[in-house]
């Protein structure tokens, strides 16, 4: 009552009619405001994660805006507004593949982190559904920065699909040191051991059976799926390709990483470019 009529009447009479303190009424009001601001930001941040950041990253994009909430606040108002994140429910599909027996060496030994820009560059394919089909996605991340620096979408799961996710980085392939994958027969074929050979690019493959050899590559599809594959309907490829670009520059510009300090992919570039200039 007294807030409501705070523009006609003085808070200190009304506070005397009504028989209560000026300290009570403050004390009151303040905090159920700030819990006002708070609710809406914290709707407003999870809207522009696409539905994806758990207690986390809201707390991380908090604290970026100036507010300084505990997980179990954020999660409590998460609740209350029934803001529940993709990542609640797992999904898992398994899926049986042929296996490639070529005797190349694992070059990378799950040393992910500490990378220089284009040291290594991962790689694997995942299924989403087109209509009433498979259709499949590749793309191709930079382990220095968790960057999808190429991708691709198409109808089949073979070597055209690695191509066209080659053929979309932006940086002469020369900078790309080492292509890391799991074993998978897509990825072995003449066009694509032709690019490697004339970019002097190293090839390097997980042990067989063994996806711990390629984990920021199966955590990166995890992502996908949850994120941008799960409660889509896709009509059409085309659909498909230009939601997939639509998502692959909000994942580097927008999205928040816990691997990189909660930094998005292009902040965490900037800064560690500007510090070595």
């Known amino acids: 009552m007294i807030r409501n009529n705070a523009h006609k009447y003085s808070v200190s ?45 809201i707390k991380a994009a908090l604290r970026d805006n100036g507010y300084q909430v505990s997980r179990r606040r954020t999660g409590r108002i998460m609740k209350q507004e029934g803001l529940v994140s993709k990542y609640t429910v797992a999904q898992f599909r398994p899926y049986a593949d042929k296996c490639n027996e070529s005797q190349i060496e694992n070059l990378v030994k799950r040393k992910f982190d500490d990378r220089s820009q284009y040291n290594v560059v991962v790689s694997d394919l995942t299924y989403v559904r087109v209509g009433n089909q498979w259709n499949y996605i590749c793309v191709l991340v930079d382990l220095f920065n968790r960057e999808i620096i190429g991708y691709s979408a198409g109808k089949n799961k073979d070597a055209n699909l690695v191509s066209k996710a080659f053929a979309r980085v932006n940086t002469n392939l020369k900078n790309i040191q080492v292509f890391h994958t799991d074993r998978g027969n897509e990825f072995k074929n003449k066009l694509l051991d032709e690019t490697l050979k004339i970019f002097d690019i190293k090839r390097s493959l997980s042990k067989r059976g063994c996806p711990y050899d390629n984990a920021v590559a199966e955590a990166t599809f995890k992502i996908i799926k949850t994120e941008f594959v799960k409660y889509k309907v896709f009509e059409t490829l085309e659909e498909l ?27 965490f570039r900037m800064n560690t470019l500007k510090k070595v200039v």
């Open 241 to 267: 390709q230009y939601e997939l670009a639509d998502y692959v520059n909000w994942f580097h510009n927008h999205r928040l990483h816990s691997s990189l300090g909660y930094l998005t992919p292009a902040t």
């Open 13 to 57: 009479a009304m506070c005397k009619v009504l028989e209560i303190s000026r300290s009570s009424y403050y004390y009151e009001s303040k905090p159920k405001q700030y819990e006002s601001k708070l609710t809406s930001k914290i709707k407003k941040i999870f809207q522009e994660s696409r539905s994806n950041y758990g207690t986390r990253k």
